[in-house]
């Protein structure tokens, strides 16, 4: 595994140098007052206070005595998500603290971009040495702990969806799962190859079983009281479409397409790292979808876990056949709450882009909590309707259900339709995300991002009963 940046806060020190973040109207009264001696500098070189627009302060023996940066309007900070960490990146190393009129919530967000902006993926560049990067003392009124595990955790999930797959298969991948095991004393089982199938996990050994590199099921627990929360996330380590091969394009990104495991487990690090009293188990179904002579075959009809046959009109639709399996056996412990969490559908993408992280539930109370949890996370999520009426397009009449009907129309509403009818029990979310930022944006580089992961994080003192809890 590549290795991640330590993340920290500042201690407050006498060479602790203050951004001063403006809005377009502060800036007069600030041009007025305690930056009046810049005043002639910070007009001459046009600043305006534009989001994530920066300028240093001279000292007068010629160094850099702080920094002011632009907060910018409402629009534009509703338009960009940790705009100020723009800011951040042109700032010399050192320590610094935040001045300014924030509200809380504004200066957890900022001191959370100031965090995720550390992050660097430099693996495969060793003999490039990563600038120093500046630090900032915590601001008031934010949890530094919390934004810690925050970005501990998106390291984590970033790192693992960065890794190509020669490097993170599903071996790799189970080595990371119980590394995150051991760092808190959680309980492991790990069930590879043939054994699925002894242990009747049809669907997970079909899948993977192309592949040189045994298909396995990773299980983790962890924690003795509280109430009972199950995540489940799809780790397919690279995806071909199988049989029904992808083309050259649609397979370039598919190192990503185990993003739903690497985001559960940066929940789950983030939830054990804060010591949250909950019952958590995280289980991952990690496979290759290859081809081989022992590829499964369209048209093939396995029959799963639950005892649900399912025709597999399409090999490319394979991370919701071994979600199934997984969805199965989570229900079997009977968890109170259970999510899915997968890179699962392209119609997801074209419905709501790569920034936002689509989520089903049938329960409106997780639906208002999962939304709250968004906003105080900053992790725009946006929910999708299980429309019952698509329930017939998943029967295929051959078999109980379909895993690629040719609908045409809704692949990430009838994907997330065919995984609920693997859930019996709990309360259910499942989330179709991206897992991947295209292009560079403050506080997240092009490549691997979490998505979801916050929102549940924020939202889960709502979602499982733990009121008062933070």
Do not use: H
């Given at each position: 595994m590549p290795s991640s940046p330590t993340f920290a806060f500042a201690a407050p020190s006498p060479a602790t140098r203050t951004l001063h973040v403006l809005r377009p109207g502060d800036l007069p009264d600030f041009l007025a007052g305690p930056g009046a001696s810049w005043a002639g500098w910070l007009t001459a070189t046009g600043f305006e206070a534009g989001l994530g627009e920066l300028r240093l302060l001279p000292s007068a023996d010629g160094g850099v005595a702080?920094?002011?940066?632009?907060?910018?309007?409402?629009?534009?900070?509703r338009r960009l998500r940790f705009g100020l960490a723009k800011a951040v990146t042109g700032l010399p190393a050192g320590d610094w603290s935040l001045a300014g009129k924030l509200d809380v919530p504004e200066r957890t967000e900022a001191a959370l971009a100031w965090l995720f902006s550390g992050y660097r993926f430099d693996r495969y560049r060793p003999g490039k040495t990563p600038a120093t990067a500046p630090r900032l003392v915590c601001p008031e009124g934010v949890d530094p702990a919390?934004?810690?595990?925050?970005?501990?955790?998106?390291?984590?999930?970033?790192?693992?969806?960065?890794?190509?797959?020669?490097?993170?298969?599903?071996?790799?991948?189970?080595?990371?799962?119980?590394?995150l095991a051991a760092d808190f004393g959680a309980k492991t089982e790990v069930i590879r190859g043939d054994d699925l199938l002894a242990r009747n996990f049809p669907l997970i050994h079909a899948v993977g079983r192309a592949s040189p590199r045994a298909p396995r099921l990773l299980d983790l627990r962890w924690g003795g009281k509280g109430p009972t929360l199950t995540l489940v996330g799809k780790g397919v380590c690279f995806d071909t479409g199988g049989l029904n091969l992808k083309p050259s394009s649609g397979m370039s990104l598919m190192k990503k397409d185990m993003g739903g495991a690497a985001t559960v487990m940066g929940l789950a690090r983030m939830i054990m790292a804060l010591q949250l009293p909950v019952q958590l188990r995280v289980l991952v179904p990690a496979v290759e979808n290859l081809v081989s002579g022992t590829a499964i075959k369209p048209k093939d009809i396995v029959t799963s876990r639950k005892g649900l046959t399912v025709e597999v009109n399409d090999t490319d639709a394979e991370g919701r056949l071994i979600l199934a399996d997984a969805l199965a056996y989570a229900c079997e412990d009977k968890p109170e709450v259970l999510v899915s969490m997968a890179t699962l559908t392209g119609a997801a993408r074209v419905a709501v882009g790569p920034d936002l992280a689509p989520f089903y539930t049938d329960d409106a109370?997780?639906?208002?909590?999962?939304?709250?949890?968004?906003?105080?996370?900053?992790d725009p999520v946006w929910r999708m309707p299980f429309h019952d009426a698509y329930e017939a397009v998943?029967?295929?009449?051959?078999a109980d259900l379909d895993n690629a009907p040719g609908f045409g129309f809704a692949g990430s509403i009838t994907a997330a339709l065919f995984l609920r009818r693997f859930v019996d029990g709990p309360r259910y979310m499942h989330f179709d995300i991206y897992g991947h930022t295209p292009a560079d944006q403050p506080a997240r580089p092009k490549g691997g991002v979490g998505q979801g992961a916050r929102a549940l994080l924020e939202g889960l003192p709502a979602i499982i009963g733990?009121?008062?809890?933070r």
């Open positions: 702080g920094a002011v940066a632009g907060y910018g309007s409402a629009q534009a900070r919390r934004l810690i595990a925050m970005a501990e955790a998106e390291a984590l999930t970033r790192d693992l969806i960065n890794t190509p797959a020669e490097d993170m298969g599903p071996a790799e991948l189970e080595a990371a799962f119980l590394a109370g997780l639906a208002a909590a999962l939304e709250a949890g968004a906003k105080a996370g900053f998943i029967e295929p009449g051959i733990l009121q008062g809890r």
